[in-house]
């Protein structure tokens, strides 16, 4: 057995080797996951997201945020400050959220690296494509929770695992920056151990609140 990388429990077990890598599988909370020893360096890292072409301004790119904003700002007040966690080199989301009258600051490891952030609190925060990176989603997702106002909401976009059968061939695991993969179910024990709510708003798509809020 290993420790969940997700929910830190004792009981995720050996899944898949998958191109020479070794996955796990923890029995909890349904996540699958990359064994520590095959993440990628930061350097390595890094080159990779830089050849991502997210650009501000390309309505194809802002169609895809879309489904995530639209469900978010429907939870939202005017003015509500909001932090867009794992932003990457085109934060189309910052500018769309600003369109619609929110306040929204950056963080990314790479290309926004302003901790400061880490000591603020926010009435949103944002993760697009981001959480299936996380070398420590317990840690990470802590992390979240403390920068969330009472009441607050976290917006998760990330492809969700639906037929672990197909877990192989599967396009998102083959990206190499992609070390954890989340179901419907996972989510549930991530809210569940932090004392959030869990909205399933769309395919791929996830609202969490903390403290309470009802859906």
């Not at 995530?68 to 007040?77: M, W």
């Not at 932090?83 to 600051?105: Q, R």
């Not at 299936?132 to 802590?142: L, Q, R, V």
């Not at 192989?168 to 809210?191: G, L």
Request: net charge negative.
């Amino acid at each position: 057995m290993m420790k969940c990388i997700v929910c830190k429990s004792y009981i995720a077990k050996s899944f898949e080797i998958v191109d020479s890598k070794k996955y796990w599988h923890c029995k909890l909370c349904s996540a699958k996951f990359l064994d520590s020893r095959y993440f990628l360096s930061y350097v390595d890292e890094e080159g990779h997201y830089l050849k991502h072409q997210n650009h501000i301004y390309d309505n194809g790119y802002r169609d895809f945020l879309s489904r995530l904003v639209n469900p978010l700002r429907s939870k939202l007040e005017g003015g509500d400050k909001g932090l867009d966690f794992g932003c990457g080199n085109g934060p189309a989301l910052k500018h769309m959220m600003e369109e619609n009258g929110f306040d929204v600051e950056l963080y990314d490891p790479f290309f926004y690296p302003d901790k400061s952030v880490f000591n603020k609190e926010y009435n949103f925060i944002t993760c697009t494509e981001v959480v299936e990176h996380f070398f420590d989603p317990y840690k990470e997702f802590n992390r979240l929770d403390l920068m969330l106002k009472k009441g607050g909401w976290l917006a998760v976009m990330t492809c969700f695992l639906t037929d672990a059968n197909l877990f192989a061939n599967w396009h998102y695991r083959r990206d190499p920056t992609h070390v954890v993969f989340y179901s419907e179910e996972t989510f549930k024990v991530i809210a569940a151990q932090r004392k959030w709510t869990c909205e399933i708003a769309d395919t791929n798509i996830v609202l969490l609140s903390k403290d309470g809020n009802i859906p």
